[in-house]
């Protein structure tokens, strides 16, 4: 059986809570568009291997090398913003991996500058079936292979559409990179693909807010990082005229 990224993969749009400061309100009265945003961060906080999939048995001690496969599209560009595969050797169950770090970073450069309305984020965690293999150059072999220079054209088509477009786009280019990584269990221990979008409001709560998903085996946190100069200043304002009138 090959390997398929679609097979019990998480899918989510993200609904952030109403509160950190989502409902402040600009001069006119409404909220602020996401446009107004000044920076983005997505970060990979955590990735918990809960269950490796691998059996303890005397005198083996039940390990796994394992694969975090990233992928990050958004309607600002024609390719992946963020295309990552690092390998993890000799991981036991209930194990962190090392993997803090950002998957997805924009700041606005000037006033005119637009700001992302998709950004869809793909994880994937898969297990070899044998000795880890120099990802920068399965990488390259990705970036020259017809499947995937095929579904890259698509990239400005999809993420313009519907969110289900893009993230149908992401899991089949994962599962391109999982084939020619090769020697991978056929089942991931664990794929999501996260849709956070300005239509769902998920650019309008300042500040951070995490996301954790799991299955059997694996536990992300994911962390959505928003900055908005303006609606800052407002709010330093409003808390200090509060605190004034106190």
Same mark, same amino acid.
């Given at each position: ?85 690092? &390998?993890?050797? &000799? ?156």
């Amino acid at each position: 059986m090959a390997l398929s990224l679609q097979a019990d993969a998480f899918i989510d749009t993200i609904k952030l809570p109403d509160s950190n400061h989502r409902l402040v309100r600009a001069r006119g009265g409404d909220i602020p568009q996401s446009s107004e945003v000044s920076g983005i961060e997505v970060r990979l906080s955590q990735v918990l291997i809960k269950d490796n999939g691998t059996e303890t048995i005397w005198p083996f001690p039940g390990y796994a090398d394992v694969y975090v496969l990233i992928v990050v599209l958004d309607n600002l560009t024609k390719e992946p913003q963020t295309l990552t595969l690092q &390998g993890f050797a &000799g991981v036991d169950d209930h194990e962190s991996l090392p993997v803090d770090r950002t998957a997805y970073f924009w700041k606005k450069e000037t006033d005119s500058s637009p700001a992302p309305s998709q950004i869809h984020v793909l994880l994937s965690v898969l297990k070899s079936k044998n000795k880890l293999r120099n990802t920068g150059k399965v990488l390259a072999h990705v970036k020259e292979n017809p499947e995937y220079t095929s579904l890259i054209a698509q990239i400005g088509k999809a993420v313009a559409g519907p969110t289900g477009v893009a993230v149908d786009l992401l899991l089949q280019v994962g599962t391109v990179v999982g084939s020619i990584l090769e020697r991978v269990e056929d089942k991931p221990l664990f794929t999501q693909v996260i849709s956070f979008t300005d239509l769902n409001g998920n650019f309008d709560s300042l500040g951070k807010t995490t996301h954790s998903q799991q299955n059997n085996n694996v536990e992300t946190v994911l962390t959505l990082t928003i900055r908005d100069r303006k609606r800052e200043a407002m709010m330093a304002k409003s808390v200090n005229e509060v605190t004034a009138s106190a």
